[in-house]
């Protein structure tokens, strides 16, 4: 059986200061990740709010509410044993940014992409010196390999738990710029969302908002928004 499957046994989830930051106990006893690792994170902050998701449960550990859990223990069993691998993984969608890639038609979707995202390029390109450039079309073109390996030093310096929040920034809006600005403060995560989401917004406009959709994308919004506050406390 696995964790998730757990009944509640603990009274009290509790913080506990480690000699590599902190742990969260249940009545005395450490969290434990899937793959058996002690959950032990780089602050405070995270841990407290890992402690109140277990406080929060009920009879039954229900892991969908409980998402700085599951980020966690993906930087410890997922991200730490492959680091390299990770960021390598994620400064790869620099060469194919959502960002860089506009639609030819209709002329206010061009124009609205252009006002949303040129200045997000002009910021990747100020603060990291990589320019990016946009293309018409969907046809991939690679970009400058210089720019690209800039890029990447930003995302390789970050740590196990700051990257495995980045990853779902970068995966989940399709650029790695957007989740670069969300991390270093040029956008909130309200804002890179919604930047994010500039095509499905125009299409809704046209043609209505799909129920089903909205509801996937609300999710997802969520989904965004947690992995940006687990960014900044594993951030300290």
Same mark, same amino acid.
């Given at each position: ?11 009290? !989830? ?16 450490? &969290? ?5 690792? *002690?959950? &032990? ?44 691998? &990770? =960021? ?9 940014? @959502? ?9 206010? @979707? ?5 006002? %949303? ?7 990747? =390109?100020? &603060?990291?010196?990589?320019?990016? @450039?946009?293309? !018409? ?9 210089? %720019? ?8 390789? =310096?970050?740590? %196990?738990?700051?990257? !495995? =929040? ?9 650029? @790695? ?8 403060? %040029? ?21 209505? !908002? ?10 997802? *919004? ?15």
């Amino acid at each position: 059986m696995s964790e998730w499957a757990l009944k509640r046994f603990w009274k009290a !989830a509790e913080v506990v200061p480690e000699a590599e930051g902190y742990t969260v106990t249940l009545d005395g006893r450490g &969290v434990r990740t899937p793959a058996k690792a *002690r959950l &032990v994170v780089p602050t405070e902050a995270l841990a407290r709010a890992i402690a109140a998701e277990w406080q929060a449960q009920d009879q039954r550990v229900d892991p969908s509410t409980m998402p700085f859990t599951r980020m966690a223990n993906s930087a410890l069993d997922k991200v730490i044993p492959q680091h390299a691998e &990770v =960021a390598d993984m994620l400064a790869d969608y620099g060469d194919s940014d @959502l960002l860089c890639y506009r639609a030819t038609a209709p002329a206010a @979707l061009v124009d609205r992409q252009c006002a %949303a995202w040129d200045p997000l390029l002009d910021w990747a =390109a100020t &603060v990291h010196g990589a320019r990016l @450039l946009p293309v !018409a079309g969907v046809m991939h073109r690679p970009q400058d390999p210089g %720019a690209l390996a800039r890029l990447s030093q930003a995302v390789h =310096a970050q740590s %196990a738990f700051q990257l !495995a =929040a980045f990853h779902d920034l970068v995966s989940m809006s399709g650029s @790695l710029v957007i989740a670069l600005a969300v991390m270093q403060g %040029a956008r909130t995560a309200e804002e890179g969302w919604a930047l994010s989401r500039i095509d499905e917004s125009w299409q809704a406009e046209q043609w209505g !908002a799909d129920e089903e959709a909205e509801e996937v994308a609300e999710r997802k *919004r969520l989904e965004f928004l947690h992995a940006a506050v687990f960014h900044e406390m594993a951030s300290g």
